[in-house]
C-alpha cells in the first residue's frame, strides 16, 4: 500500500494542476509535494505527472489512479460527514445514578442549558454501569469504587447527610434536643450491596449521645431519592444528603432542626470516554460538571453551616 501522505499530495495535484496550488490546499511547500509524488512514482514504477513548466498534467497512469484515488478520498470525506453529523445530532449522553438525576444534576442542568442554550444534551438515570466506551454514554456519574471500571474518572464531591424533615411533622413544636428527632418515625435508606452503605440512624444516635427505637425505623428505601420524597410528605425523619435537598430546604418543603452531619463513606465520579471531548462541547461540560461539583463540595461539608 503506498503512503497516504504521497495519495493525498498526488490527489491534489492531480485536482489543482499545478504544485504551487497543491501545496497551499495541504498547507505545505511545493518541494514536499514533489516529494511525496516522486516517493509515489518510485513505489509505483510508473511516470504519473508530466512536468510542463508550472503546470503539471497527468499521464495515462495518472489519469486512471486519479479517477480511483479521488474516488477513495471523498468517500473517506463523506465517512467523515457521517460520522459528525452523528456526533452533532446524539449531543452529550450524560448517565448518572437515579437519584443523582432526580435530586441533584437534574436539577443543575438548567444552569448549563442558560449558559449553552444551543448544546445537546441528554441525561438517563441508570444504576447499573453504561460501557462508555460501547457508545452508551459519554459521562457517567457514579459514586465510589464503581468509578474504576471505567478508563478516566475523577472525584466529583462528598456529600454529607443531615436529618430532615417536613415542618407538618413536626406539628409546629420545637424540639428540646437532637436525640428528641428519633421519637420520631425514621427513614431508611440501604443502597445494593455494591455501594459502600449511607450512613445509618445508628451512628446518626450514637454521635449525639442516644439509640434508636427499633419500633419507630422499620422502612426502608433502596433510592434515596424516594426516602426523600417520603420526608417531603411527613413520613419521618431521613438522614438526607446535602446535595440532594437544597431545593426542598429553599422552599420550606423539608427543615434541619439540628444540622449535625455524617459524611458518606465514599466520594461521588465522573468518568468519561475520550471521544466524548470531540462532541460539541464535550469539554465546556466536563469543565462545568467538574465547577459545580466543586462547590458542591463546599456546600455539602459542616464548615459551610451558617
Known amino acids: 500500500m503506498p503512503p497516504l501522505h504521497a495519495l493525498q499530495a498526488f490527489e491534489a495535484v492531480g485536482r489543482c494542476g499545478t504544485m504551487r496550488t497543491a ?14 509524488v516522486r516517493k509515489l512514482e518510485d513505489h509505483l514504477g510508473v511516470t504519473l505527472l508530466e512536468r510542463i513548466g508550472r503546470r503539471v498534467e497527468l499521464t495515462s497512469w495518472g489519469v486512471l489512479l486519479h479517477k480511483e484515488v479521488a474516488k477513495g478520498f471523498n468517500q473517506l470525506h463523506h465517512s467523515v460527514d457521517v460520522l459528525e453529523r452523528a456526533r452533532s445530532q446524539t449531543g452529550i449522553v450524560l448517565t448518572a445514578l437515579s ?11 438548567f444552569d448549563w442549558q442558560a449558559l ?30 464503581r468509578a474504576e471500571v471505567h478508563a478516566h ?26 436525640a428528641d428527632v428519633l421519637k420520631f418515625p425514621l427513614l431508611n435508606i440501604e443502597w445494593e450491596s455494591h455501594y459502600s452503605r449511607p450512613p445509618q440512624w445508628s451512628e446518626w444516635a450514637q454521635l449525639v449521645g442516644a439509640t434508636v427505637n ?86 455539602s461539608s459542616p464548615a459551610s453551616r451558617p
Open 23 to 36: 501545496a497551499k490546499e495541504l498547507g505545505v511547500t511545493p518541494s514536499a509535494i514533489s516529494q511525496q
Open 99 to 109: 437519584s443523582v438525576v432526580n435530586k441533584w444534576i437534574g436539577r443543575k442542568i
Open 116 to 145: 449553552y442554550p444551543e448544546a445537546n444534551v441528554r441525561i438517563i438515570g441508570k444504576d447499573d454501569e453504561p460501557s462508555l466506551t460501547g457508545g452508551q454514554s459519554d459521562f457517567r456519574i457514579t459514586y465510589g469504587k
Open 153 to 178: 474518572f475523577a472525584p466529583l464531591y462528598t456529600d454529607w447527610v443531615v436529618p430532615a424533615c417536613s415542618p407538618r411533622l413536626l406539628g409546629g413544636q420545637t424540639l428540646a434536643t437532637a
Open 214 to 299: 427499633e419500633r419507630l425505623s422499620g422502612l426502608f428505601f433502596a433510592l434515596s431519592s424516594n426516602a426523600i420524597d417520603a420526608a417531603v410528605n411527613g413520613h419521618g425523619f431521613v438522614l438526607a444528603q446535602v446535595s440532594m435537598i437544597e431545593d426542598e430546604l429553599e422552599a420550606g418543603t423539608l427543615v434541619v432542626p439540628f444540622d449535625i452531619r455524617l459524611p458518606l463513606p465514599e466520594s461521588y465520579y465522573l468518568a468519561w470516554d475520550r471521544s466524548a471531548f470531540e462532541k460539541p462541547y464535550g469539554r465546556e461540560f466536563h469543565l462545568w460538571v467538574m465547577g459545580i461539583a466543586k462547590k458542591q463540595s463546599t456546600v
